[in-house]
């Protein structure tokens, strides 16, 4: 059964400061893993998709890596800012078991300005 | 990307009533569908999984007879909460893909209320 996590659940930071968000995956069986944005109330807006194959994606301030192997990703965000307040899932697809999207629990991310 | 739209955005019932939510694909067709459900301050759980033309596939502990489940073309899915009371007040989101191994797209989700 594949479990995702997610380190740490809440975060509070002043604005400016790089940091790390951490997602670990219990299966390596993926196709690819995907974070989001999630605002109070809101649907899922998608910022990064990582495919198996890959090591890192980048968008903007933002850069996602992945390791299959030890089943980890992290989300680093730079320079940050208060509209980076949100909650911040990430996602695997199974290459298994009907191909299923599995979540992670969520970090609450609140930046002080 | 591509587009998923979900119907409606909110919806608020009495207890007892069906509540039908859509969820399409609008530039690309879906072989599997996916739908979840969210509680407040908690993270996405997926309920079932929808293929086209198949009986969907429910998660340990969702009961397929008050989630009805229909994926009638490559481009709708439907779920239907029946006979809906109070604890069923949640967001419910639903996630298409073209492909097995490709990205899935979400809908901007409903949110239940039955009062």
């Known amino acids: 059964k594949q479990e995702v996590t997610q380190i740490p659940a809440a975060l509070s930071v002043p604005e400016g400061e790089n940091l790390v968000l951490n997602c670990s995956f219990t299966d390596s069986a993926i196709y690819n893993l995907q974070w989001f944005r999630q605002d109070p109330g809101k649907g899922l807006t998608s910022l990064l998709l990582i495919q198996s194959s890959q090591r890192e994606q980048t968008s903007g301030r933002l850069n996602a890596s992945l390791d299959k192997s030890s089943g980890r990703s992290t989300l680093y965000i730079a320079a940050s800012q208060p509209g980076d307040s949100a909650t911040y899932l990430c996602?695997?697809?199974?290459?298994?078991?009907?191909?299923?999207?599995?979540f992670g629990p969520g970090t609450s991310l609140s930046v002080i300005p | 990307g591509a587009v998923v739209s979900q119907h409606p955005s909110w919806v608020i019932c009495k207890s007892g009533t069906s509540v039908k939510i859509e969820c399409r694909s609008l530039?690309?067709?879906?072989?599997?569908m996916f739908w979840y459900r969210q509680f407040p301050k908690q993270s996405l759980m997926l309920m079932a999984t929808?293929?086209?033309?198949?009986?969907?596939?429910?998660e340990q502990g969702v009961e397929k007879d008050k989630f009805l489940i229909n994926h009638a073309s490559l481009t709708l899915s439907t779920l239907t909460v029946t006979s809906a009371h109070p604890e069923d007040s949640s967001f419910y989101i639903c996630?298409?893909?073209?492909?097995?191994?490709?990205?899935?797209?979400f809908g901007q989700g409903t949110r239940l209320t039955v009062v």
């Open positions: 996630s298409a893909s073209a492909h097995r191994n490709t990205e899935a797209f």
């Open positions: 996602a695997v697809r199974r290459s298994t078991s009907y191909d299923k999207v599995i």
């Open positions: 929808s293929n086209e033309g198949s009986k969907a596939t429910y």
């Open positions: 530039d690309f067709q879906a072989t599997t």
